[in-house]
Structures are given as structure tokens and as C-alpha cells.
């Protein structure tokens, strides 16, 4: 499938804590790209710490929000940390009501993670 042309993913950081920001629509569409992306983060020497920052994510959908508990589930695997910061409310809410905003860490700030 093509990606919307305003999915875009930003990813930063060091060997210890790299931060993948996300932009537009993550969804059934986009989910594989974002997949890909993690998995090269996650095979990085030396990981200690990904931050998944949703800020500028306009919606998600169950395809997505799977592809966060993955990296949640293999950095339990792993031994590295994964910290989401919160996103839009419309966003916000899928986490609340699947009660995944208690199972994972979420920061409205990764200023907070420091």
C-alpha cells in the first residue's frame, strides 16, 4: 500500500536513546513503515531507552497502536525502555480506553524523561 504523503517519520538520538516522532495518520496504511522503523531502532548496539513521540500524530487506529505494545512487549524482551509521549486527545483516547495508557509509560513532554 502507498503511504499518505503527510506520514512522516522523524527519528533521532544517540546509541542509548533514540526518539521516533510520528506525523499524520499511523493506520493499517502507514503501520508497516512504522514497523520497519522500530525494528531498526530496536537492533541498535547499546539501546537503552526509545521514546515514541505522538505529538503531531492526527490518528490512530488498533493497527497502529498494536505496533506500540509490539515495541513495548520487545523492549520488556530486550532490556531497553519505551516511554510514549501523549498525543491529541482523539489519539489520547485510544489509549485510555484500551487502558493501555496504564500499562505503558506516557509523558506529555519528553523533557520529562531526562
Do not use: H, W, Y
Not at 516522532?21 to 513503515?33: K, S
Not at 537492533?43 to 506500540?68: K, M, Q
Amino acid at each position: 500500500m502507498a503511504r499518505p504523503p503527510d506520514f512522516r517519520i522523524l527519528t533521532q538520538g544517540d546509541a542509548e536513546t533514540v526518539r521516533v516522532a510520528v506525523q499524520g495518520e499511523l493506520d493499517l496504511a502507514t503501520a508497516p513503515q512504522m514497523s520497519e522503523e522500530l525494528e531498526r531502532v530496536r537492533n541498535r548496539p547499546g539501546l537503552a531507552r526509545v521514546i515514541v513521540d505522538l505529538r503531531e500524530l492526527v490518528f490512530l487506529d488498533s493497527t497502529g497502536l498494536e505496533t506500540i505494545v509490539k515495541l513495548d512487549l520487545a523492549g520488556a524482551a530486550d532490556g531497553f525502555e519505551v516511554a510514549v509521549v501523549r498525543g491529541p486527545r482523539a489519539v489520547e483516547r485510544l489509549f485510555a480506553v484500551m487502558q493501555l495508557d496504564r500499562r505503558l509509560r506516557m509523558v506529555d513532554d519528553p523533557a520529562e524523561l531526562a
